[in-house]
């Protein structure tokens, strides 16, 4: 069947390159018959082998001179006269017609003839437009008798605007998906019934004729789809949203159909559409200048509602704007399950690392739980373009092995970009110092409430003079009310440094990005999360309409000066507590600060060392002390 469609479309193709050679060959004939055959002849009237005469110009008002001397007279198109003076001298004139002129040229006895006969150029210029017409209502004639056999002309457009369609089995398993084990104990059953139907038939059980998977981008949507028809071995066919829209209308329609034509003929099979809100956005009365999109979108819904149970078919499609979709596409029957693939956890985080620490060569001093806690955030893609980067930053390095200070680097110009080689004022740099030396002090205060410190760096990058890194010890889902004033006395403590070691007047604007995160978690406590005894348990949010700040909801004028100023308090509170640590532990900070400005980056048990003045236990530490009072015992 397959080289029947060949043949036909192969025929098509054929048939095409005719009708074109036909038209360029006709052209081309017209061209030279007028190059070869057009013009005026001339008529050699001299005797023996003399040649023929030049023409000579006249004027209107030569020809209105000589009158009697005008022995022949031809007038053409466009008012152009040719003919010969009576001692046989061609001429050629431009004249304005006048019946007057050409009756008094007559009566001296010259025949004056008019020729109103197109030229060879204008004939062409007059039918070569009804001949391409001609030709191409032929060739949509042929299109279009070619329908009834399977093809047509919705066809040849189909041909001349493919669908990417990704086809053939994949190898992808559960095995190469990691850190998101609960999406994939959702996609088990679908794995079942296409190994197994008849044990969904027993039950009478119907399964899920479409899962929808959402999430926030890389989170391995299109990875698990793969995995679904890997791990059942059946044909995995993949396409784009965006590859049912065109500028021809009607030709995403022709597209639904034949993608799902394909999928019945490889049934059971995966059918995967990626980021499938371009043409399921959800349909409205204003959307009257879209009605392709929705005609393609009406013919989905047709295709999905159309097979029987026992199809086999099962479209799997993802979206990172599941909000967007059309109602009808999210109904039972169509997309019976919605799959929402949340960025990984620790754990997830530390699972999808080892994963694909299988395809780099890794060193042992690398510690993939310690890289897992340092990304709170990152997607699986992220995380594997992390270890990329960290192999490309090894290799510049001439490293045999990716090494733990080769993450370190990724990580950092993933997440502040790259080293800024720039010159920096040595002012500038000592109160970067100074700055960062504040909120590591501030942060081991709270030690029992924050983060653990991981390192300090004043190593400009991005925006960023320097910086303070935090690794969780977990995923943290919520905030208490303590941890939230720590953290804002943390953030503030970098202005608090600059204003006890350099005075009022000496502060900078590199405090910009610590007060604008600051504000942001205190509107939020305030605001959202009730945890301000003025405001109360009252939600009071703060909307933004396309760009534009408008007032707060929920709220009266009174309510959002209020919230103005619980938010102000707060912050002042943070930045006295802040302000009063540094000043009790002022000889420590300054010694932070040296050591950054003479080592520029400090790690965590660095820190630890010069503040509390002895070097902290690390586990290796605390398993070599046991070893040796277990020795001693022995």
């Not at 061209?31 to 082998?49: D, S």
């Not at 030049?54 to 009697?68: Q, Y």
């Not at 019945?264 to 371009?278: G, Q, S, T, V, Y």
């Not at 959307?287 to 047709?302: G, P, V």
Request: net charge positive; charged share 25%; with cysteine.
């Amino acid at each position: 069947m397959k080289n029947t469609k060949d043949n036909m479309l192969k025929n098509k193709k054929d048939n095409s390159r005719f009708y074109l050679i036909a038209f360029v060959m006709l052209f081309i004939a017209l061209i030279a018959r007028a190059v070869l055959f057009g013009g005026t002849k001339q008529i050699n009237t001299g005797a023996g082998l003399d040649a023929p005469k030049a023409p000579i110009e006249l004027s209107f008002s030569d020809v209105l001179r000589r009158v009697d001397d005008i022995k022949t007279m031809e007038i053409g198109r466009n008012d152009v006269a040719t003919g010969k003076l009576k001692d046989g001298t061609p001429y050629r004139a431009t004249i304005t017609y006048n019946p007057e002129l050409l009756e008094k040229i007559s009566k001296n006895g010259a025949v004056v003839s008019i020729n109103n006969q197109d030229s060879v150029f204008d004939s062409i210029a007059k039918w070569l437009p009804i001949l391409v017409g001609v030709l191409f209502f032929v060739w949509l004639l042929r299109l279009m008798r070619g329908g009834n056999s399977g093809g047509g002309i919705t066809r040849s457009l189909i041909g001349q605007n493919p669908t990417k369609i990704t086809t053939g089995k994949t190898k992808t398993t559960f095995k190469d998906v990691a850190g998101i084990d609960s999406e994939k104990q959702e996609l088990m059953e679908v794995v079942e019934f296409l190994k197994n139907k008849e044990k969904f038939k027993a039950l009478g059980a119907r399964v899920p004729r479409g899962i929808l998977l959402s999430g926030e981008p890389g989170t391995g949507k299109t990875l698990l789809a793969r995995a679904v028809a890997g791990e059942a071995n059946v044909p995995f066919f993949a396409t784009s949203g965006s590859d049912f829209s065109g500028i021809i209308v009607g030709l995403g329609v022709a597209k639904i159909k034949e993608i799902f034509e394909l999928a019945k003929r490889n049934a059971p099979c995966i059918l995967f559409i990626d980021e499938i809100d371009a043409i399921g956005q959800s349909r409205s009365k204003h959307s009257l200048n879209d009605n392709d999109r929705e005609q393609t979108l009406n013919q989905l819904l047709i295709e999905m509602d159309g097979f029987a149970n026992d199809t086999g078919i099962i479209v799997i499609a993802a979206t990172n704007r599941p909000d967007m979709l059309d109602a009808a596409l999210l109904r039972p029957g169509r997309f019976d399950r919605q799959i929402n693939i949340e960025l990984p956890n620790l754990e997830g985080r530390k699972a999808i690392l080892d994963l694909h620490a299988k395809k780099f060569k890794i060193g042992d001093s690398v510690n993939l739980m310690d890289v897992a806690r340092g990304t709170t955030g990152f997607s699986g893609a992220d995380l594997e373009n992390l270890l990329n980067e960290s192999a490309l930053h090894a290799v510049r390095s001439e490293h045999n092995v990716v090494e733990q200070s080769d993450i370190e680097e990724a990580r950092d110009k993933i997440l502040m970009g790259p080293k800024k080689n720039r010159k920096i004022r040595p002012e500038d740099i000592k109160l970067t110092a100074y700055h960062e030396a504040g909120h590591a002090f501030v942060s081991l205060h709270y030690k029992d409430i924050t983060d653990p410190i991981h390192k300090a760096t004043i190593i400009p990058r991005g925006r960023a003079l320097g910086m303070v890194q935090h690794l969780p010890i977990d995923d943290k889902v919520s905030m208490t009310l303590d941890e939230v004033r720590a953290n804002l006395a943390v953030s503030l403590a970098g202005r608090a440094s600059e204003e006890i070691f350099f005075g009022a007047n000496k502060i900078t604007t590199g405090a910009e990005s610590d007060i604008a995160m600051a504000t942001r978690l205190a509107r939020y406590s305030i605001t959202t999360a009730g945890l301000s005894d003025k405001i109360g348990l009252v939600a009071v949010n703060q909307a933004n309409t396309f760009g534009q700040r408008i007032a707060l909801e929920n709220a009266s004028e009174k309510t959002a000066e209020l919230v103005d100023n619980e938010i102000r308090a707060w912050l002042d509170t943070a930045h006295k507590d802040a302000k009063s640590i540094l000043i009790k532990g002022r000889a420590k900070v300054e010694e932070l600060a040296r050591a950054l400005l003479d080592k520029e980056t400090l790690s965590g048990e660095e820190i630890k060392e010069i503040v509390f003045g002895k070097k902290a236990e690390t586990k290796k530490t605390v398993a070599k002390t046991k070893s040796k009072k277990s020795n001693a015992k022995k």
